[in-house]
C-alpha cells in the first residue's frame, strides 16, 4: 500500500526543467496557482517567462545622504503611516527611519497601500528626492517590504532589476525572487541546439548564458546580447520550418503539368477585356514558367489595387481548363466571391468555360448540385468563399487554386485548398500523378518585405508595379466632423456632375459597437443623406446582413447608374468594381485600418475620370491621426505597408488572420532586419545540407522547429 495522503507538498530533492512550480522550496501554493495562471506550471516554463522591461536600480544610501533631485534607494524602517483625503483627492503617506535621519514617503492616489504597509515594516525604496517644506521627501516611490523573519540581504549597489509579466496574484518581485533560487540549476540543465563552433561563428552567446543575462544581467550589453540570441534563434526556428516546407513543395510533390503554347495564349487573350499592361505580362509569364513545370507552384501576385491582379489569376486558371483541368478561386467574402464570379462570367460568356459560385448563402440543395458537378468535373472553373474549404468539397481533378486577398488567409488555409484538390484526384486512376494543384494567392494589400520572409517565406513573388494605362491618383483629404455638411454638398455636385459616389460607415448600427452614442451607423447616415444633402438622389444601403440576391441586384443598379450613392459597410472594401464612381466619404475614418481605408479608397477611379477620397475623422489618438495623415501624404500601397508596421508593429499588422502565427515573444522585425536575414540564410544552408534534419546533432533544433511552428506551418508531412 501508498502511503496515506498528509496533504503537504513534496519538495524534490533535484530541481529540473520539468519541475512543478508548486514543488519549489519558498512557493506557497497560491503563488503557484498564481503562476499556473500565467501559463508558468513549471521551471522550464519559469525560465522562458521574459522580463518585460528593466529597472535602474540606484546603489543603496543612507537617508542623510539622499540629496534632493536624484534617484535613490534607500532602507529603513516605517515609523509612522496615515491615510489623507482631501476633497476627491487621496494619498498615503509614511515615514522612514534609519540610524541616520528621517525620510518622508508619499503616494498619490494609492490608498490601499494602508492596508499593506503598517509601523514597523522595514522597506526598501527607490526614487526621486524632492524638498518640500524644507524635508526631503519621495513620491510614489517603488517600494519592497523586506521580511522580517529573514537574515537582512546586503545592500545593493547598481543594477539593472527585471520587471516580468505579472498579475495581482503574483507581482514581479515574487516572480524574480523564485527565479533567483533557480536560475543557475535550471540554467545548468538547458541543451542548446547551436554547437560553439557555429556560435562562435555568429558571435552569439550559450543558450545557458543567454538565460542567465536575460534574468540576471550585470548591464545592458548583457541585456543585449541575450536578446540578440533569443530573436535569432526565434528567426532561425521559422525559417528552418519554411524551408523545409518550400523543400518539401517543390521536391516532394507533384502538380500537373499545363499545356502552353501560342494557340493557347491567344485563345486566353481574347477573352480578357483589355490589353495586358507591360507589368501584368510579366507576371502572366512567370506563372506560365511555373505551370508548365510539374513542381507546384506557390506564388504570391502583389499588386496595388486596381492593378489587374485578377485578371492575371484567371490566365492560370484558363491554362488549367485548357489542359483538362479545374480552376478555382477563394475569396473572403460573399460579395467579393459574387463580384469575381459575376465579372469572370462575362469575361467567358459564349466560350463553353462553365462556371460556378460556392459560398454559404446556397441553399442546401444548391449546395449539392454544385459540389456533384464539381466532384464529375461539370465545372471547369469555381469561385466561392472559405465555403471551397469544406469537408465535402471535392474536385475531379484541380489543377490551379487562387487565394484573393492572401493577407486575410494563413497558410494552414492554404494548405486545406491544397489538400482539398487531391482527395477526388487520388480516387480518379487517370489522374493519380496530380497529387497537388499550383497555388496562387493574389494581395493588394502589400507586404512590407519583413512580413513577407517570415510569414509567407514559402511563396514565390510576382509583383505588379504599374497601373493599367489612363488611370489617374486618387486625391485624399482629411476632414474633421465640422466639415460634413461641406464634404456632402460636394458629393451632390459630383453626383450632378454624372458621376458616382461611395459612403462608407464603420457598422449598420450603433448596437453592433457597443452603442457607442456618438457613432454615425448605417442607418443615421442613410437617413440624414436621404432628408439633407442628397435629397431627391438615389440612395440604397449595401451590407453583409442583406440576402446574396439582394446584395447582387443592389450592385447591379449601381453598375448601372441607377444608383447615385451607395452607404454601404466594409463589404465593398475589396473587388468591388464601378467605372464611373469618382468619390468615396469614409465616415470615422480613424476607426479603419491603413490596409482597410487603402482598399476602400481603391473603389473609385476606376474609370477615365480622376476619383477622390474623402476621410472624415476627428481622431483621439495618435495612431489614428497617424494613419490618416499618412493616406492623404501617399497613393502607394507600398509605402502604406511600411507605414502600417511603423505605427502598428508587426504583431497586429496581421494578427490572427494568419491562421495561429506565432508572434515573436523576442525578435522584431523593424529592428532586426539584418539578423532576420542571417537567420534566412543560415536555415537555407542548414536545410540545403541536412535537407530532412535526419543528422545525428539535428534531432534537437528539429524537436523545438516543430513545437513552434509545425501546427501552423503545416509540418506534420513533412520528412
Known amino acids: 500500500m501508498g502511503s496515506p495522503d498528509t496533504g503537504e507538498r513534496v519538495v524534490p530533492s533535484e530541481i529540473v526543467l520539468t519541475t512543478r512550480v508548486g514543488q519549489l522550496p519558498g512557493v506557497t501554493q497560491e503563488q503557484a496557482d498564481a503562476l499556473i495562471r500565467l501559463g508558468i506550471p513549471n521551471v522550464g516554463h519559469l525560465l522562458t517567462h521574459l522580463p518585460s522591461r528593466y529597472e535602474q536600480e540606484e546603489p543603496e544610501t543612507t537617508i542623510d545622504q539622499v540629496v534632493p533631485e536624484r534617484v535613490v534607494s534607500v532602507r529603513g524602517e516605517v515609523s509612522a503611516t496615515r491615510p ?3 476633497g476627491r483627492a487621496r494619498r498615503f503617506e509614511a515615514v522612514l527611519v534609519d540610524h541616520t535621519g528621517r525620510l518622508d514617503l508619499v503616494w498619490f492616489h494609492m490608498p490601499y497601500l494602508a492596508k499593506r504597509i503598517h509601523p514597523g515594516d522595514r522597506l526598501l525604496v527607490q526614487g526621486k528626492a524632492s524638498e518640500r517644506n524644507h524635508k526631503v521627501q519621495i513620491a510614489n516611490a517603488r517600494w519592497e517590504l523586506l521580511d522580517p523573519d529573514a537574515e537582512e540581504p546586503e545592500e545593493r549597489d547598481a543594477r539593472l532589476r527585471p520587471v516580468y509579466p505579472a498579475s495581482e496574484a503574483i507581482g514581479s518581485r515574487a516572480i524574480e525572487a523564485i527565479l533567483e533560487r533557480v536560475l543557475e540549476r535550471a540554467t545548468d540543465q538547458l541543451p542548446d541546439h547551436l554547437d560553439e563552433a557555429y556560435r562562435r561563428a555568429r ?3 550559450s543558450l545557458a548564458d543567454t538565460y542567465r543575462m536575460i534574468h ?7 541585456v543585449d546580447n541575450a536578446r540578440r540570441r533569443l530573436a535569432y534563434d526565434e528567426f532561425l526556428l521559422l525559417q528552418m520550418g519554411v524551408a523545409l516546407k518550400r523543400r518539401h513543395l517543390r521536391e516532394r510533390l507533384q502538380a500537373p503539368e499545363l499545356d502552353w503554347n501560342e494557340t493557347i495564349d491567344q485563345r486566353i487573350r481574347a477573352r480578357l477585356p483589355f490589353t495586358l499592361t507591360m507589368a501584368q505580362d510579366h507576371a502572366v509569364q512567370e506563372l506560365v514558367r511555373d505551370l508548365t513545370r510539374p513542381v507546384p507552384t506557390n506564388r504570391m501576385v502583389q499588386g496595388d489595387v486596381g492593378s489587374g491582379k485578377t485578371v492575371v489569376a484567371l490566365y492560370a486558371m484558363l491554362m488549367a481548363v485548357a489542359s483538362g483541368h479545374q480552376g478555382a478561386l477563394m475569396a473572403p467574402t ?3 466571391a459574387e463580384q469575381h464570379h459575376a465579372s469572370i462570367d462575362a469575361m467567358l460568356a459564349g466560350s463553353g ?7 454559404g448563402s446556397l441553399t442546401p440543395g444548391e449546395r449539392e448540385s454544385t459540389l456533384a458537378r464539381l466532384a464529375s468535373g461539370d465545372v471547369d472553373l469555381i469561385v466561392g468563399t472559405h465555403a471551397l474549404l469544406g469537408g465535402k468539397t471535392a474536385f475531379r481533378s484541380l489543377a490551379v487554386a487562387v487565394i484573393d486577398e492572401q493577407h486575410r488567409f494563413g497558410v494552414r488555409q492554404r494548405a486545406q485548398l491544397r489538400t482539398s484538390g487531391t482527395r477526388a484526384e487520388t480516387d ?13 494567392v493574389m494581395t493588394a494589400t502589400p507586404i512590407p518585405r519583413s512580413i513577407g520572409l517570415t510569414l509567407f517565406g514559402d511563396l514565390d513573388l510576382s509583383v505588379i508595379d504599374a497601373l493599367p494605362p489612363g488611370r489617374a491618383p486618387i486625391a485624399t483629404t482629411v476632414e474633421s466632423n465640422a466639415d460634413r455638411g461641406r464634404v456632402y454638398g460636394e458629393v451632390r455636385a459630383e453626383i450632378d456632375a454624372g458621376g458616382q459616389a461611395f459612403v462608407v460607415v464603420p457598422a449598420i448600427d450603433t448596437g453592433s459597437t457597443g452603442g457607442d452614442d456618438e457613432l454615425r451607423d448605417l442607418r443615421a447616415v442613410m437617413d440624414e443623406l436621404e432628408s439633407g444633402a442628397l435629397d431627391g438622389k438615389r440612395v440604397a444601403a449595401l451590407h453583409g446582413r442583406l440576402k446574396r440576391d439582394t446584395r447582387a441586384h443592389i450592385m447591379e443598379r449601381f453598375r448601372s447608374g441607377l444608383i447615385d450613392c451607395l452607404v454601404a459597410t466594409t463589404v465593398i472594401e475589396v473587388g468591388v468594381d464601378v467605372p464611373n464612381a469618382t468619390v468615396m466619404v469614409v465616415e470615422h475614418a480613424d476607426r479603419f485600418g491603413l490596409a482597410q481605408l487603402h482598399q476602400l479608397r481603391g473603389r473609385v477611379g476606376r474609370g477615365s475620370k480622376p476619383g477622390r477620397c474623402v476621410l472624415i475623422g476627428d481622431p483621439t489618438t495618435e495612431d489614428g491621426t497617424l494613419r490618416l495623415a499618412a493616406m492623404a501624404k501617399t497613393t502607394s500601397g507600398f509605402e502604406l505597408a511600411e507605414r502600417d508596421l511603423e505605427i502598428r508593429g508587426p504583431g497586429e499588422v496581421f494578427g490572427q488572420r494568419q491562421s495561429g502565427a506565432p508572434p515573436f515573444k523576442v525578435a522584431d522585425l523593424l529592428a532586426d532586419g539584418e539578423l532576420l536575414s542571417m537567420a534566412r540564410r543560415d536555415a537555407q544552408g542548414w536545410i540545403s545540407e541536412a535537407p530532412n534534419l535526419d543528422r545525428a546533432g539535428d534531432a534537437l533544433i528539429r524537436r523545438r522547429m516543430m513545437k513552434a511552428h509545425g501546427a501552423w506551418l503545416g509540418l506534420g508531412d513533412v520528412g
Open 84 to 86: 489623507v483625503t482631501f
Open 203 to 205: 558571435e552569439l552567446p
Open 216 to 222: 540576471a544581467p550585470e548591464s545592458q550589453a548583457d
Open 334 to 336: 460573399e460579395l467579393l
Open 353 to 359: 468555360v462553365r462556371t460556378a459560385l460556392l459560398t
Open 428 to 440: 480518379t486512376a487517370e489522374l493519380t500523378s496530380a497529387v497537388t494543384p499550383h497555388v496562387i
